[in-house]
């Protein structure tokens, strides 16, 4: 039992090493192992021939009459016997395990798969076609009727045919940023001048100073923004907007004034409860100059030089034609939605070419692998038959050397009285069992039809490779048209 147990070991050793590396095949090393150790000295000394040979011998054993084996000439039939018959249970799984990969090698499945992937690959492109085809019409059909809507606003207000100016985000960031740090600096500037004559000090200068310069801004910012009706084909609108830009000016103008009066009347303030803005009207009202040093004039041409970038951002914060970039920028995203769509169907339709390509090629390549590991295993089917047939000649030899050894050390021992039998001249034989099949002739005619098979998967390549080219261009043309209907 301790042998077959070792076997049993060893070949399961063997079946999980081959699947870690992946390849099925043995090592002719780890097949040689897995016989059974065939030692003839061994045998002769685990039976004790020569020994139980010597006293048989000595005590006349067996008579020169007998015609059956002794205990000991049955012991080394059997170990012997029972060591053949292992070597030949072991080439019989070795040889079972290799007709079984021999059997596993089929290009059939391969060179039919090989043969539908052009269709295969149509297919799949008319799939992902069709899933998208609802989402591509209505992205269509909305770009269409936003084109309708800017060729008919063109049309409406006079428009040439080309594109409005877009302003990004970057570009408002960039502007609204600008007129936050104008409204810091202006109020910095005037925090000092206006604490002077308020009961809070400086925290109720700022304060004063930041709404005085927020609104500056702000209303100079609006009224940029309405400026640009004056562009308007409308003259209704067109008069609005220059409203708004007299408006605008005139506004920041009178901002740029009040700091300045502000300015002179609040270092004049004694009484913290005195209204500022009163006192501002009256000096106003008795044309009571406020410029009376550089430090006036400089807050005022601030105060109005901010309110006129402010107002500028407004007028440039769109395109100069009221509406244009809107319906434009709606047009424009619609657009941009369809050729986003139409090139994602491009990338999709290129993934699956490119992996049906792969594919294509991976099977041929694989086909070839099979071929070699094919004749592999037809030579390792010979190796098999060469080694099974070595340690069955070994079985026999060592049969015949123990017994003739066991004979030949009795012989020897016996006294010259007790002649040694006649049946001490015929060999022990052990009994014969039925070789296993090793021949190659049928899988040389299985590996000729699968050659002839791996030949035509190789002939297939190349037009299943330009048929899926072909079938992947005559999409992309589907798809391309409708790049122009938007």
């Not at 070792?6 to 095949?25: C, E, H, P, Y």
Request: one cysteine or more; hydrophobic letters at 40%.
């Amino acid at each position: 039992y301790g042998y077959f147990e070792m076997s049993f070991l060893k070949r399961l050793w063997q079946a999980i090493r081959s699947f870690m590396l992946g390849t099925g095949k043995r090592v002719e090393d780890e097949d040689e192992a897995s016989f059974p150790r065939i030692d003839p000295n061994k045998i002769k000394a685990d039976l004790k021939i020569i020994e139980t040979a010597r006293t048989h011998g000595e005590k006349g054993v067996p008579d020169y009459r007998d015609t059956r084996l002794t205990e000991i000439e049955h012991q080394i039939q059997g170990t012997v016997g029972k060591l053949r018959l292992a070597t030949l249970k072991t080439g019989e799984r070795w040889l079972t395990q290799i007709q079984a990969r021999l059997d596993g090698i089929d290009l059939t499945k391969e060179f039919n798969h090989t043969i539908q992937l052009g269709e295969e690959f149509a297919r799949k492109a008319d799939a992902i076609l069709s899933s998208a085809d609802g989402e591509l019409q209505e992205a269509i059909r909305i770009a269409k009727a936003r084109k309708v809507i800017l060729e008919q606003f063109r049309a409406d207000n006079r428009l040439p045919d080309t594109p409005p100016k877009m302003h990004g985000f970057k570009d408002h960031i960039f502007k609204f940023s600008v007129l936050v740090m104008f409204c810091a600096v202006e109020s910095l500037i005037n925090a000092n001048f206006f604490a002077q004559g308020l009961a809070g000090g400086f925290l109720g200068g700022l304060m004063m100073a930041v709404m005085a310069a927020g609104l500056n801004l702000v209303v100079a910012f609006f009224c940029g923004r309405a400026l640009i009706n004056k562009n308007h084909v409308n003259a209704a609108r067109k008069t609005a907007g220059w409203f708004a830009g007299v408006f605008g000016f005139a506004w920041t103008a009178c901002a740029g004034i009040v700091v300045a009066y502000l300015r002179f009347v609040l270092p004049q303030i004694d009484d913290d409860g005195a209204n500022q803005l009163a006192l501002v009207w009256q000096n106003l009202v008795a044309h009571v100059s406020p410029f009376t040093d550089i430090e006036g004039v400089a807050l005022c041409a601030i105060t109005v030089i901010f309110g006129m970038v402010a107002m500028r951002h407004g007028y440039t914060w769109q395109d100069r034609y009221p509406d244009y970039e809107k319906v434009y920028g709606e047009y424009s995203a619609a657009s941009g939605n369809v050729i986003e769509l139409i090139q994602e169907l491009t990338e999709k339709l290129e993934d699956e070419k490119q992996g049906t390509i792969s594919l294509i090629e991976l099977k041929a390549q694989k086909a070839e692998e099979s071929i070699r590991y094919f004749k592999s295993n037809m030579g390792e089917k010979s190796v098999a038959k060469r080694k099974v047939t070595e340690h069955l000649v070994l079985a026999d030899n060592t049969i015949r050397a123990l017994i003739q050894a066991y004979r030949y050390e009795n012989q020897l021992a016996r006294p010259a009285g007790k002649p040694r039998p006649d049946y001490f001249n015929d060999p022990v034989e052990l009994s014969d069992q039925d070789f296993p099949d090793f021949g190659i002739e049928s899988d040389e005619n299985r590996l000729r039809i699968q050659e002839q098979m791996l030949r035509q998967i190789r002939d297939i390549v190349e037009p299943t490779r330009s048929k899926v080219q072909s079938s992947f261009t005559a999409r992309f043309d589907q798809l391309k048209p409708l790049e122009s209907l938007v």
